[in-house]
């Protein structure tokens, strides 16, 4: 089985954006940018929800090179949508099916590296209910929201986690990295 590491970015608060979608708080630093960058050369698989993708489009990226990305959308309009916004990325798929069965497939098949889950905490709430996710690692702000979209809605059981990793970046964030315990 291929390990599923979900990656994602909170406020102190637990938000992973305002109640908008707004993520105009999040620090990008190079710091950042070379973790991810070596985070990336392990895995060959990308998931990511529809608003995340279209986070992605705004800052005028299409896809992480190296990696087929998976874009999931529950409502075939919205994926219909996309794929036209988008147009032919060879690296790209926008997928209206069933996260959870579709992350699963993926994960039972042979490969040499991972699979990368990126934003959405409905996404990943689908995932840890599904128990798909293996690790995750989390870039925690040094920012209180108030409110917003909270970092993992709807999880229908306790998850217990095991800490493996702590890094205390340039920009004030922390990084933590967990093992789910099973």
């Known amino acids: 089985m291929r390990k599923v590491t979900l990656?994602?970015?909170?406020?102190?608060?637990?938000?992973?954006?305002r109640k908008d979608g707004g993520s105009d708080w999040l620090q990008w630093s190079s710091e950042v940018a070379?973790?991810?960058?070596?985070?990336?050369?392990?895995?060959?698989?990308?998931?990511?929800?529809?608003?995340?993708?279209?986070?992605?489009l705004a800052a005028g990226e299409t896809s992480y090179p190296g990696a087929?990305?998976?874009?999931?959308?529950?409502?075939?309009?919205k994926a219909a949508a996309l794929r036209k916004r988008v147009g032919k990325k060879p690296n790209v798929q926008i997928v209206s099916g069933d996260a959870a069965t579709f992350v699963g497939q993926l994960k039972s098949t042979r490969g040499k590296k991972?699979?990368?889950?990126?934003?959405?905490?409905?996404?990943?709430?689908?995932?840890?209910?599904?128990?798909l996710i293996d690790e995750v690692v989390l870039n925690v702000h040094p920012v209180i929201l108030g409110s917003?979209?909270?970092?993992?809605?709807?999880?229908?059981?306790?998850?217990?986690?095991?800490?493996?990793?702590?890094?205390?970046?340039?920009?004030?964030?922390?990084?933590?990295?967990y093992r789910l315990q099973r």
């Open 7 to 17: 990656g994602l970015a909170s406020s102190l608060d637990n938000f992973i954006a």
């Open 34 to 56: 070379e973790i991810s960058a070596r985070f990336m050369k392990t895995v060959d698989v990308l998931v990511m929800g529809r608003k995340t993708y279209e986070v992605m």
């Open 68 to 77: 087929t990305n998976y874009v999931f959308t529950r409502a075939a309009d």
């Open 114 to 131: 991972g699979i990368a889950v990126f934003g959405g905490g409905k996404l990943a709430s689908r995932l840890f209910n599904a128990d």
């Open 148 to 177: 917003g979209i909270p970092l993992f809605p709807k999880i229908e059981r306790q998850i217990n986690l095991e800490l493996f990793e702590v890094k205390r970046l340039k920009n004030s964030c922390i990084m933590l990295s």
